[in-house]
Protein backbone atom coordinates (compact mmCIF):
# COMPACT_ATOMS: atom_id res chain seq x y z
CA UNK A 1 0.00 0.00 0.00
CA UNK A 2 1.29 3.16 -0.89
CA UNK A 3 1.66 6.49 1.13
CA UNK A 4 0.61 9.76 -0.49
CA UNK A 5 -0.68 11.89 2.29
CA UNK A 6 -0.36 13.37 5.68
CA UNK A 7 -3.09 11.37 7.04
CA UNK A 8 -2.96 14.29 10.13
CA UNK A 9 -3.83 17.28 8.60
CA UNK A 10 -5.22 15.39 5.43
CA UNK A 11 -2.88 16.82 2.66
CA UNK A 12 -1.68 14.84 -0.30
CA UNK A 13 2.33 15.11 -0.92
CA UNK A 14 0.93 16.21 -4.65
CA UNK A 15 -0.69 19.25 -2.58
CA UNK A 16 2.32 19.81 -0.38
CA UNK A 17 4.54 19.52 -3.14
CA UNK A 18 2.59 21.81 -5.31
CA UNK A 19 2.53 24.75 -2.27
CA UNK A 20 6.52 23.90 -1.56
CA UNK A 21 6.81 25.13 -5.40
CA UNK A 22 4.75 27.53 -4.96
CA UNK A 23 6.38 29.12 -1.86
CA UNK A 24 9.59 28.02 -2.44
CA UNK A 25 9.77 25.84 1.18
CA UNK A 26 13.34 23.89 1.38
CA UNK A 27 12.43 22.01 4.50
CA UNK A 28 9.96 19.79 6.38
CA UNK A 29 9.79 22.44 9.36
CA UNK A 30 8.51 24.96 6.63
CA UNK A 31 6.06 23.01 5.65
CA UNK A 32 4.88 21.78 9.19
CA UNK A 33 4.58 25.10 9.86
CA UNK A 34 2.77 26.71 7.17
CA UNK A 35 0.29 22.89 6.40
CA UNK A 36 0.88 21.16 9.41
CA UNK A 37 2.02 18.31 7.51
CA UNK A 38 4.55 16.55 10.12
CA UNK A 39 3.67 18.25 13.75
CA UNK A 40 0.69 15.69 14.48
CA UNK A 41 1.89 12.19 14.76
CA UNK A 42 5.01 12.60 12.78
CA UNK A 43 4.96 9.35 10.86
CA UNK A 44 5.03 11.61 7.22
CA UNK A 45 8.19 13.65 8.44
CA UNK A 46 10.24 11.03 6.37
CA UNK A 47 8.34 10.28 3.56
CA UNK A 48 8.01 14.89 3.02
CA UNK A 49 11.93 14.85 3.35
CA UNK A 50 11.91 12.25 0.56
CA UNK A 51 9.76 14.14 -1.38
CA UNK A 52 11.54 17.77 -0.88
CA UNK A 53 14.66 15.43 -2.25
CA UNK A 54 13.51 13.87 -5.08
CA UNK A 55 10.10 15.45 -5.90
CA UNK A 56 8.43 11.90 -5.44
CA UNK A 57 4.57 12.00 -3.88
CA UNK A 58 4.38 8.32 -3.41
CA UNK A 59 5.74 5.79 -1.43
CA UNK A 60 6.37 2.63 -0.37
CA UNK A 61 5.65 2.46 3.26
CA UNK A 62 8.70 1.64 5.24
CA UNK A 63 9.31 -0.14 8.24
CA UNK A 64 12.77 1.52 9.44
CA UNK A 65 12.64 5.16 9.73
CA UNK A 66 15.86 6.81 8.08
CA UNK A 67 16.13 10.43 9.87
CA UNK A 68 15.95 13.49 7.67
CA UNK A 69 19.92 14.61 6.88
CA UNK A 70 20.99 17.49 9.20
CA UNK A 71 19.44 19.89 6.21
CA UNK A 72 15.94 18.14 6.37
CA UNK A 73 15.98 17.47 10.90
CA UNK A 74 13.21 18.78 11.96
CA UNK A 75 12.91 21.94 14.08
CA UNK A 76 10.50 23.04 16.66
CA UNK A 77 11.60 26.52 15.71
CA UNK A 78 8.63 28.68 14.61
CA UNK A 79 5.95 26.20 16.60
CA UNK A 80 3.18 27.47 19.01
CA UNK A 81 1.74 30.62 19.16
S1 LIG B 1 0.66 11.84 9.11
FE1 LIG B 1 1.53 13.82 8.94
S2 LIG B 1 1.64 14.49 11.01
FE2 LIG B 1 0.65 12.57 11.15
Redesign the pocket.
Known sequence: MAVT?????G?TFEEVKEAVKEHGWTTVGEI?KEM??????????PY?AKMLETGETEFEAVKEVKQPSDKQKWSWKGFGK
Open positions: MCLCYHGGCGTGCGLCRL
